[in-house]
Each structure stands twice: as structure tokens, then as C-alpha cells.
């Protein structure tokens, strides 16, 4: 009864300890929808889920660098990476609504520095994620 318990109890304890990982960006159709809904608020373009995604490698590369971010906060951000690296770069709007400029920025920086292979991944808006890669799922 004693070791039962004290099993039970170790098993309590390390299920509190570990860390979830509640923040790991969905990329399904629905969330994506959820924010094509919304996409007028968010800024003055429009980003479609990119194919890049469907590829498992850079899929998983892609939303691992994003992660590795873990950015919070209520700004609107949008975020790019380099497919073949996964070298993240990003833009905080200046106001709750961006810019056609803010929200080409971090692909432009991406294009200057490696001329391809650049792609939306992700972008926050009012504290929640959005991702923009179609996943190898769907």
C-alpha cells in the first residue's frame, strides 16, 4: 500500500514538474480560418498557408525555430524564416493593425540576405498565435 502510494505520489510530482508545451503552434486548416476571418483587423495583406510546410523536415525545422522564439506578448508580429536553415526573422507592428511595409518587412530582410526559399511561418495578433504553413497533416 506504502510503495503504491509513494508511486502514485512520485508520479503526481513529476507530471507538475516537467514542463507542457501548451504554446506549440497549431498549423491546421481551422486555425488558419480563424484568422482569415480576422485578417482585415491584423493588417492590410492577406497571408495564405504556405506549402513549404508539407514537407515533414521543414515543417518540423520550421515550428521548432519558431518555438526556440517563444515570443509573448499582446504587439502584432510577424514571422519569416529561411526554409533550408530555419533562421528566423520577424517584424513588430508599430500598432495593433500593420502596414502593407511592416508586414513585408521580415521577408524582405530574409530576401536580402538569401534571395529564396523564404517563408511566412507564423505571425501573433493580440496575444495568439497563428501559423501560416500548411502542415504534413492537411
Known amino acids: 500500500m506504502m510503495r503504491k502510494l509513494a508511486v502514485i505520489l512520485s508520479t503526481i510530482v513529476l507530471a507538475y514538474s516537467v514542463p507542457a508545451k501548451a ?3 497549431v498549423c491546421s486548416q481551422s486555425e488558419h480560418l ?3 476571418k480576422m485578417v482585415g483587423e491584423v493588417g492590410e495583406m492577406g497571408i495564405d498557408r504556405d506549402p513549404v510546410g508539407e514537407d515533414v ?4 525545422r520550421l515550428t521548432a525555430a519558431y518555438e526556440t522564439l517563444n515570443p509573448k506578448g499582446p504587439k502584432t508580429s510577424l514571422f519569416v524564416a529561411y526554409v533550408p536553415t ?3 526573422y520577424s517584424k513588430v507592428c508599430a500598432q495593433e493593425r500593420c502596414t502593407m511595409e511592416e508586414m513585408a518587412a521580415p521577408e524582405q530582410s530574409c530576401l536580402i540576405d538569401h534571395m529564396n526559399q523564404c517563408s511566412y511561418i507564423a505571425l501573433r495578433f493580440r496575444g495568439e498565435e497563428f501559423c501560416l504553413l500548411r502542415s504534413p497533416q492537411n
Not at 57 to 60: G, I, K, M, V
Open 23 to 25: 504554446d506549440r503552434l
Open 34 to 36: 480563424r484568422y482569415m
Open 57 to 60: 523536415a521543414a515543417f518540423e
Open 86 to 88: 530555419g533562421q528566423i
